[in-house]
């Protein structure tokens, strides 16, 4: 028996994750797939277009297994730490064979040479980090061309589009996970189908999720169901036929303004991934800005990019911090593993999985009952996190708070 694991968002679940389920399930010659997917956040900084529930029956509908939530806290950090968090997951259920993403180079063996470099952090390497911040330029700028500087076996120009590209920079975290969790689990990836990441324009029947959300706000439902499964398409059309999507960040620009204005430059630090003073920027932008789009260009610098400020400023709505971040590494990482659902074939999984390294937790009150305090405080985030997120229904009579305590596991 071989199990799979698999990293994403289905933001929304479109023809192109399919695609990607099946072929990686062919290379991993696979028997069961099991899905870490983010919750009602997304690591791009903004709501997800449709809750975690509606999109876990769109993956268990088209070959997911298995779905497990990513707790906020990683789905809004990082790539380093959201891709450490889902390997780490699925590696304490003690039963994952491989994991296969997708990547724009479709090269595990490229990806697994920068990402050695990456953990081991060679003494030339990190000089040549710490040069080229000092110019002031972006994070990820300043690795690559350290990168460039130590890794004789690959060209500039291979290696600059390798480390630039999104899937790729992704695929390279999954990789250092498992190196640094000393994880039996294998990696696999397939080249991305047709169309890139962040692109906004569809191609026949595959599109990015980017090129999606384009295309709902614009009313084309034609063309929406031209590149999604069936299944999918209409889990999402019920979703905002019943008043509960699209979310889009406009639906809590005057929530962050709000935050922003109230929450004081110290507290404003202490928000994840804020660094070098960017706490200022932020602050005053926030007091002369009219609307979430002219809050993001007044905050944006070569240093910080777009997805990097959204991050911090949907962090701060949460009261996402530096402390309990902290604390969560300290203590190893994901504290427990949260079911969102499954089909016949994970419920199989389940009863091989009970001697998982974590808690399973399929009844969130039941388990806030008898949980220590570092668990509770990640779970209630979650909770948190969804409270806040059905604010963005369009129909008000939907935004309950609790959901997570009375929505049922999905099961199909």
């Known amino acids: 028996m071989r199990i799979l694991g698999i990293v994403a968002e289905y933001n929304p679940f479109h023809n192109g994750h399919f695609h990607h389920i099946q072929k990686s399930k062919e290379i991993a010659e696979s028997d069961y797939t099991v899905c870490v997917m983010s919750g009602n956040f997304i690591q791009r900084g903004l709501p997800a277009l449709v809750n975690k ?8 509908s088209n070959n997911i297994d298995l779905v497990i939530e990513l707790p906020v806290y990683y789905s809004l950090s990082s790539a380093e730490q959201f891709a450490f968090a889902s390997v780490s997951i699925l590696d304490s259920l003690g039963i994952v064979d491989s994991i296969c993403f997708g990547s724009e180079c479709g090269n595990v063996e490229i990806l697994d040479g920068i990402a050695k470099t990456l953990t081991e952090e060679p003494e030339e390497f990190k000089k040549a980090l710490v040069k080229h911040l000092d110019t002031g330029v972006s994070f990820p700028s300043a690795r690559t061309l350290a990168l460039k500087d130590c890794m004789e076996c690959h060209s500039s120009n291979t290696l600059t589009d390798t480390i630039s590209q999104p899937n790729n920079i992704l695929g390279i975290e999954y990789i250092k996970a498992l ?3 000393k994880s039996k689990i294998k990696p696999f990836t397939i080249k991305r189908f047709k169309t890139d990441y962040n692109s906004t324009e569809p191609h026949t029947e595959i599109a990015s999720a980017t090129a999606i959300r384009k295309i709902i706000s614009e009313d084309d439902f034609e063309m929406v169901k031209r590149v999604m499964p069936t299944s999918a398409f209409e889990i999402l059309k019920n979703e905002i036929d019943q008043g509960r999507g699209p979310i ?3 639906a809590f620009e005057t929530a962050i303004l709000t935050q922003l204005r109230r929450t004081d430059i110290k507290s404003l630090a202490n928000n994840l991934d804020v660094s070098e003073g960017i706490e200022n920027r932020i602050k005053k932008a926030s007091l002369s800005s009219g609307s979430l789009a002219e809050l993001l260009v ?4 070569k240093r910080y990019t777009l997805t990097h ?3 911090i400023i949907m962090c701060n709505l949460l009261g996402i911090n530096k402390e309990d971040s902290e604390l969560f590494n300290a203590n190893g990482g994901p504290q427990y593993i949260r079911i969102l659902g499954f089909n016949s074939k994970g419920k199989e999984l ?16 039941d388990f806030l009952k008898d949980c220590n305090p570092v668990q509770s405080k990640m779970l209630n985030a979650d909770i948190t996190a969804t409270d806040i997120f059905c604010l963005g229904y369009p129909d008000k009579s939907q935004r309950k708070a609790s959901q997570d305590f009375y929505q049922k596991i999905i099961s199909v």
Do not use: F, G, N, Y
Not at 53 to 60: D, E, G, N, P
Not at 298 to 301: C, S, Y
Not at 350 to 365: D, E, G
């Open 53 to 60: 529930w509606s999109r876990t029956k769109m993956a268990l």
């Open 179 to 181: 190196k640094k969790l």
């Open 248 to 250: 889009l960040p406009e």
């Open 298 to 301: 007044k905050i944006k610098t």
């Open 309 to 311: 400020i959204q991050r």
């Open 350 to 365: 389940l009863s091989k999985i009970k001697s998982s390294s974590l808690p399973l937790v399929t009844a969130p009150h």
